[in-house]
């Protein structure tokens, strides 16, 4: 399979992601915004929709789109702060409803292309958005490693990093745009109805792995790429959908990892309970 | 100079005034403490302190600068803060050590000056042992004990700190005291504190500050106690 050159470059956008996933998944769950992802999926449809309406590059349109609405999610958090998933909520029905709305218009025309929106391509994958997906690996990459410090503080606690004086506000909004580009990077790829457990299984599972914080992104990257590659490989081998087979993969770790540490626990347990019986 | 200067504050949740007419400065090497009944707006008045909330009326200012003229650190310790994110995936240290950033090491390397810090603050709360344990399996009196630490370990020039002794017995809460104590006279920190414990407080802090509703006011209003402020000597200093 690796002769293909479609293959090639699935496997290569695999690796980037995979690298990238555990990095934003990370920060989302902590953040309790683990459905944010899936929010500003369905937002991005709606530029897809926008931009085959207006006749324009539907990248362009998505970018614009989901960068708004992530400005407008932080706004809305801060409307709700104890309950921050309703402005999840809010838009993720919103994005839906205006992708309808939008395709309703472009009288039907454009059914394929949203559908391919939906579920993604990896197989179909240009060298453009290979190229354009390794660009925006290495600019997450370095904010990460430049800002890990501050962003440790403002995960752990909003309150406490504002009194240590950094710009909260900014951080959080910057946070969400970068999200939000790079869905409306990955989202064609991996599919509107996906890219949310491609981004927050990884690091989902390298929680329950990982009791240190920096090095939980570095398992999750592992982890990453164990499930994007044996996805891919799988899908290619039994003919399934690459990116549903791929969150299959990812799903079936975590329950492999649940069942480990039970199993693990109660050998503990019962290992301790026969050392207090002699 | 102050490090906090609170000047004739009122704040209102929505059109309903909660405190009125705050008056009151910290200065370098003071340990004040706030107290007044539950639901007093306590923790509200430090967040208007801290900037967290905006006053209706009046000014709330900390200042920027510390008594030798550099960049003032700030260390808060907010109320139930041992509740915070059971699962955070973070280890004793990594969170302790992340008190140090705030001094200059955002995007530096902590020194080993920075490192013997934390450990020095690890070792006062009787956590080091427990430096490689997770945060979130940690018992709430250890969580509490770690954010001492993180709070010392950033050494900052002005604490701020609402109830930070809830769930401590009363050594490790005289211990604490203390602390606070040496830390304000002979170093020169600020220190605003909210406390129930009246009592065992009275021999260490220099001023008290209490919120009371006064007869006139709306039910949920509070102001100061004007007898026991401004005084400098207050019936709770030692």
């Known amino acids: 399979m690796f002769f293909y050159g479609f293959m090639q470059r699935a496997f290569q956008a695999s690796f980037i992601i ?31 929709a926008l931009g085959l ?30 309950y921050s998933e309703i402005s999840i909520a809010m838009l993720m029905s919103g994005g839906m ?24 391509s990896i197989v179909t994958i240009s060298s453009q958005q290979v190229a354009l997906l390794a660009v925006l690996g290495v600019m997450i990459l370095a904010l990460y490693v430049l800002f890990r410090k501050p962003l440790y503080v403002l995960t752990f606690d909003e309150e406490t990093a504002f009194t240590a004086g950094l710009p909260i506000k900014w951080m959080s909004i910057a946070f969400n745009v970068v999200t ?16 949310s457990s491609i981004l927050v299984l990884p690091a989902a599972i390298a929680m ?44 079936l770790i975590f329950m492999l990892i649940t069942a480990w540490k039970k199993a693990r626990m109660l050998m503990k347990r019962k290992k301790n309970a026969s050392l207090a019986d002699h | ?18 405190l009125q007419n705050i008056t009151f400065t910290v200065d370098p090497g003071e340990f ?77 390397r902590l020194s080993k000056e920075d490192h013997e810090h934390v450990e020095r603050s690890l070792k006062a709360v009787g956590m080091w042992d427990m430096r490689h344990k997770k945060v979130g399996d940690l018992s709430g009196g250890q969580k509490q004990r770690i954010s001492l630490a993180r709070i010392f370990a950033t050494d900052p ?22 602390l606070l104590k040496h830390n304000s006279e002979v170093h020169k920190k600020g220190i605003l504190m909210v406390t129930h414990d009246h009592e065992d407080i009275k021999a260490y802090a220099d001023r008290h500050i209490q919120l009371i509703r006064k007869e006139n006011s709306p039910w949920r209003c509070f102001s100061m106690d004007s007898c026991k402020e401004p005084s400098k000597h207050p019936s709770l200093s030692h």
């Open chain 1, 97 to 120: 409803a205006l992708a309808l709305v939008l395709m309703g218009l472009g009288a039907g025309s454009s059914t394929v292309s949203i559908q391919q929106y939906l579920f993604g």
């Open chain 2, 157 to 178: 020039d002005l604490f701020i700190l609402d109830e930070p002794t809830t769930g401590m017995d009363s050594s490790s809460r005289r211990a604490f005291y203390e």
């Open chain 2, 1 to 18: 100079m102050h490090y906090i200067e609170v000047e004739d504050l009122s704040f209102h949740y929505e059109d309903e005034p909660v």
């Open chain 1, 53 to 82: 309406l207006i006749n324009v590059n539907p990248t362009v349109t998505t970018l614009l789109v989901v960068v708004a609405a992530a400005i407008l999610l932080e706004y809305l958090r801060s409307l709700y702060k104890s």
């Open chain 1, 208 to 251: 329950r792995l990982s009791k240190r914080f920096d090095l939980v992104i570095i398992v999750g990257m592992v982890i990453g790429l164990i499930g994007m590659f044996s996805g891919l490989a799988v899908s290619y081998e039994v003919g399934t959908p690459p990116g549903a087979t791929i969150a299959l993969i990812f799903i």
């Open chain 1, 180 to 195: 939000g580009v790079a869905i409306a990077v990955i989202m064609p790829i991996a599919g509107a109805l996906l890219v």
């Open chain 1, 18 to 48: 995979a690298l990238i996933a555990p990095v934003l998944g990370l920060f989302l769950i902590l953040r309790r915004q683990s459905l944010m992802a899936d929010t500003l999926s369905h937002v991005s449809l709606a530029g897809v």
């Open chain 2, 32 to 108: 004040v403490i706030l107290t007044g009944e539950n639901g007093a707006a306590k923790s509200t008045l430090l967040r208007n302190v801290l900037g967290l909330l905006k006053p209706a009326t009046g000014t709330a200012k900390i200042s920027p600068i510390n008594i030798d003229q550099e960049k003032l650190a700030l260390g808060y310790i907010p109320q139930q803060v041992a509740s915070f994110n059971a699962g955070f995936p973070s280890t004793v240290l990594e969170l302790v050590r992340s008190g140090r950033y705030q001094r200059g090491k955002w995007f530096k």
